[in-house]
C-alpha cells in the first residue's frame, strides 16, 4: 500500500516537473505554438538564439542591401528595418500566406531576409515603427 | 533519415523518407514539386547553418523546410 502510494507520488512529481520545464522553455503555450517556436530555435543562428531567449526578438541581415532588421515575437507587423544605431526606422509587414504560430511566421520572415529580400520587401507593406527608445537594443 | 518539414497551423507536419530507398526518394520528389507548384518555399541548412533556399528537389538535403508564399500583411 505505502509503495503503490510512494509510487503514485513519484508518477505526479514526475508530470509536474515535465510541466515545468516546459513552462520555463516555453512559457503557458499551445502544442502548435510549442512546436513552432522549438523549429524556430532549431534555425536560428547562436547569436540570433541568445538576443531572442533574452529578448524575444532577433536581428538579421538582409541578403542584398545588408540592412539590419529586427524580427519580434508575433505573428504581424513584427519586422522593423534598423538605422545605424540600432533604432526603428520603419516596420515591414509580410507575412505567410496560411494562418501560422509565431515561430513558424518569424522563421519564414527570417529565411526570406536572408534569402532573397528584395521579393521579401515588395510584398511588404511599411508601417510607421511603434516602439518605443527604451526598447532598442544595442 | 531525411525530412520534409512543412509549416502549417499545427506548427508543422513532418514527412520522413530514407533517401537510400527509390520508391521513398519519388515521393518525396513528387511531394516537393507539388509544394512548389502551391507556392511554398522551400529552405535547407549548410553546414554552417545559414538558410539556402532550393527551387529543385535535393535527394541529399537532409532536412528541408517549406512554408508558404509571403504576402504583405
Known amino acids: ?138 | 533519415m531525411a525530412v520534409q518539414i512543412i509549416m502549417d497551423h499545427s506548427g508543422d507536419s513532418r514527412h520522413e523518407f530514407n533517401p537510400e530507398d527509390a520508391a521513398a526518394l519519388f515521393k518525396a520528389e513528387q511531394r516537393f514539386n507539388e509544394l512548389m507548384r502551391g507556392g511554398y518555399t522551400g529552405a535547407v541548412r549548410s553546414p554552417t547553418g545559414d538558410p539556402t533556399v532550393i527551387r529543385r528537389f535535393d535527394p541529399a538535403a537532409e532536412e528541408t523546410l517549406f512554408f508558404p508564399r509571403l504576402v504583405g500583411g
Open chain 1, 1 to 138: 500500500m505505502l509503495r503503490q502510494l510512494l509510487r503514485r507520488g513519484g508518477d505526479v512529481a514526475r508530470r509536474v516537473l515535465a510541466a515545468w520545464d516546459g513552462y520555463w522553455e516555453f512559457g503557458f503555450r499551445s502544442e502548435s505554438e510549442k512546436r513552432g517556436l522549438a523549429l524556430l530555435k532549431q534555425w536560428l543562428s547562436p547569436q540570433q538564439l541568445a538576443q531572442y531567449n533574452a529578448h524575444r526578438c532577433f536581428d538579421v541581415t538582409g541578403c542584398h542591401s545588408g540592412k539590419r532588421y529586427r524580427i519580434r515575437h508575433g505573428v504581424g507587423m513584427n519586422v522593423y528595418e534598423l538605422d545605424a544605431l540600432g533604432r526603428p526606422l520603419v516596420g515591414r509587414c509580410f507575412v505567410p500566406k496560411d494562418n501560422l504560430v509565431a515561430g513558424d511566421v518569424m522563421l519564414a520572415q527570417k529565411i526570406a531576409l536572408e534569402t532573397n529580400e528584395r521579393g521579401a520587401l515588395l510584398v511588404a507593406r511599411t508601417f510607421p515603427p511603434r516602439w518605443r527608445a527604451d526598447q532598442t537594443i544595442a
